[in-house]
Nanobody, 127 residues
Framework: QVQLDESGGGVVQAGGSLRLSCAASGRSFSYYGVGWFRQAPGKEREFVAG????????YYADSVNGRFTFSRDNAKNMVYLQMIILKPEDTAVYYC????????????????????WGQGTQVTVSS
């Protein structure tokens, strides 16, 4: 099993940037594909971005494509979500999620595909 711990959230003005981090403990992160999801008040949890086990494939929701960049460092058991040009509609709790897989280069895009979840970190973008 793997335990996930997000950090890096905060309050930022529109147009600003933040970098979220997710640290894994337990089993090596290299066995897992990882995703970021977010949930705003009164809305369903939605997919933001995903990265394959080997980091060679990434996939982004249309709403963040070109503004967010997902990367990973398996040696450090870390993944990162760099967010730029933030908008008020990006305000949400952001969750890191992991799925164990034998496939090195596949990205899953649905919450039900992920078995392990962190507690979330709040991102607030003010207008």
């Amino acid at each position: 099993q793997v335990q996930l711990d997000e950090s890096g959230g905060g309050v930022v003005q529109a147009g600003g940037s933040l970098r979220l981090s997710c640290a894994a403990s337990g089993r090596s992160f290299s066995y897992y594909g990882v995703g970021w999801f977010r949930q705003a008040p009164g809305k369903e949890r939605e997919f933001v971005a995903g990265i394959s086990r080997n980091g060679e494939s990434t996939y982004y929701a249309d709403s963040v494509n070109g503004r967010f960049t997902f990367s990973r460092d398996n040696a450090k058991n870390m993944v990162y979500l760099q967010m730029i040009i933030l908008k008020p509609e990006d305000t949400a709790v952001y969750y890191c999620a992991a799925r164990e897989t034998v496939i090195l280069n596949y990205v899953a895009g649905k919450a039900r595909d992920y078995a392990y979840w962190g507690q979330g970190t709040q991102v607030t973008v003010s207008s």
